[in-house]
T-cell receptor, first 117, second 110 residues
Framework: GAVVSQHPSWVICKSGTSVKIECRSL??????MFWYRQFPKQSLMLMAT?????????EQGVEKDKFLINHASLTLSTLTVTSAHPEDSSFYIC?????????????FGPGTRLTVT | GEDVEQSLFLSVREGDSSVINCTYT??????LYWYKQEPGAGLQLLTY?????DMKQDQRLTVLLNKKDKHLSLRIADTQTGDSAIYFC??????????FGSGTRLLVRP
């Protein structure tokens, strides 16, 4: 149980184009999903918290107009990197939180490696 | 804000025990977690401990929590080459966000 998938697993795009990454909870409903960014040999940096049916909450320093997040259903959240630039190249990981209170551990997707040329 | 620190690297021989340490500054976290990340993959939840516990054992994994010293550790018994990965400790803050340590790269030598 508690499986989270991401699609695509890797993507290469040209500078100036937009890329959409999907995050799905396969066997549970997730009212809250999180989007992280990880640079090589570094820890995860939380970008935003996504709640189903409401606007995402972005962390300080993350451009909401550049990283568009939509949480349309209890099993799907999407991250769109708009007008991508080479500095947006990174490993993007989503997680889905089980439950709404208490332990509510997060289960992570396998990540999406984005390369912007 | 919360600061979570880990040593960057640990090398052990196959069959030995591994101990990965984590220190933190904010003691209000209710749950503390250990995640494993293999190359090019997402994070796998290994285990967690509730803040009112001192120890939790789960097969080869033992988690020790010293709240006074704000110190969390993960012991892996009989370490195998398949345990080579990056291990992250994480604390949950009051808004249910995870605060991650920098990660410890474990290398298991045959």
């Amino acid at each position: 149980g508690a499986v989270v998938s991401q699609h695509p697993s890797w993507v290469i795009c040209k500078s100036g184009t937009s890329v959409k990454i999907e995050c799905r909870s396969l066997d549970f409903q997730a009212t809250t999903m999180f989007w992280y960014r990880q640079f090589p040999k570094q820890s995860l940096m939380l970008m935003a918290t996504s709640n189903e049916g409401s606007k995402a909450t972005y962390e300080q320093g993350v451009e909401k107009d550049k990283f568009l997040i939509n949480h349309a259903s209890l099993t799907l959240s999407t991250l769109t990197v708009t007008s991508a630039h080479p500095e947006d190249s990174s490993f993007y990981i989503c997680s889905a939180r089980v439950g709404t209170s208490g332990r509510g551990e997060q289960y992570f997707g396998p990540g999406t490696r984005l390369t912007v040329t | 804000g919360e600061d979570v620190e880990q040593s960057l690297f640990l090398s052990v021989r196959e069959g030995d025990s591994s101990v990965i340490n984590c220190t933190y500054t904010d003691s209000s976290s209710t749950y503390l977690y250990w995640y494993k990340q293999e190359p090019g993959a997402g994070l796998q939840l290994l285990t967690y401990i509730f803040s009112n516990m001192d120890m939790k054992q789960d097969q080869r994994l033992t988690v020790l929590l010293n709240k006074k010293d704000k110190h969390l550790s993960l012991r892996i018994a009989d370490t195998q080459t398949g345990d080579s990965a990056i291990y992250f400790c994480a604390l949950m803050d009051s808004s249910y966000k995870l605060i991650f340590g920098s990660g410890t790269r474990l290398l298991v030598r045959p």
